[in-house]
């Protein structure tokens, strides 16, 4: 069973047709590349798939769940970093952590394990400080670890490196490869040929609101949906 389905997505602002007929599936530890150019809609899709913005036609499943008809058991196993991310600039990244945790009713192990991607990722020295103070990369960094915390079985990252620096990034590749290794699924955006190649993706092309011309290497039929 995929980790997410989508069938016939569309949505429009206004008079202006953004998405029209988005499919595509990513199965348990696949990476998907969602690329096109500037303006494309590459947002936008991510945006619907979470239910952050709604889409006007079209059914996603997320294990299975469907998001309008389950959406907390569909969301309840996605994790998500954007482009931009929304974070509190009086609360520090401990407190992103814990309030995150807290949304999702997780235990000590998730929060243990957010500490530990801080550490992995450096951005622990700075943990305890307010966000307000935390550069473009390392904010970066911390929506990064609200997507994986919680060990998610479908991850879906918004231009995820853009502002990292070298060595943050070779670090949040590895993170990745984990996570998939253990069955979780990856759809990202981005347009660094580099890190496409570096992460073994499929990759499916957005124009004009349609998705075209995928290409999936071959995959594990493993699944991760809890």
């Not at 006007?56 to 969301?75: S, Y």
């Not at 952590?97 to 235990?107: E, V």
């Not at 570096?198 to 990759?203: G, K, N, P, V």
């Amino acid at each position: 069973m995929p980790v997410l389905s989508v069938n016939n997505l569309s949505k429009r602002f206004g008079e202006t047709v953004v998405l029209r007929e988005v499919n595509l599936e990513v199965w348990p530890g696949e990476a998907l590349a969602l690329l096109g150019a500037n303006g494309s809609g590459k947002s936008t899709t991510l945006r619907c798939l979470v239910g952050e913005i709604p889409k006007d036609t079209g059914v996603v499943t997320i294990c299975g769940a469907d998001l309008d008809l389950e959406p907390l058991r569909a969301k309840a196993q996605l994790g998500y970093a954007a482009d931009l991310p929304f974070l509190y600039p009086y609360l520090s990244g401990e407190e992103h952590l814990r309030l995150w945790a807290a949304f999702r009713r997780l235990d000590r192990a998730a929060l243990a394990y957010g500490r530990e991607l801080a550490e992995r990722l450096e951005l622990a020295p700075a943990f305890s400080g307010l966000v307000r103070t935390y550069s473009r990369g390392m904010r970066q960094k911390l929506a990064f670890i609200g997507a994986l915390f919680h060990r998610p079985a479908l991850i879906l990252l918004d231009e995820p490196f853009t502002a990292m620096d070298h060595a943050s990034t070779e670090v949040a590749l590895a993170l990745l490869h984990e996570a998939r290794q253990q069955g979780a699924g990856l759809l990202f955006t981005s347009h660094q040929e580099e890190i496409v190649e570096r992460l073994q993706a499929a990759t499916i092309y957005l124009r004009n609101g349609i998705t075209t011309h995928l290409m999936r290497p071959a995959r594990d039929a493993g699944q991760h949906c809890g």
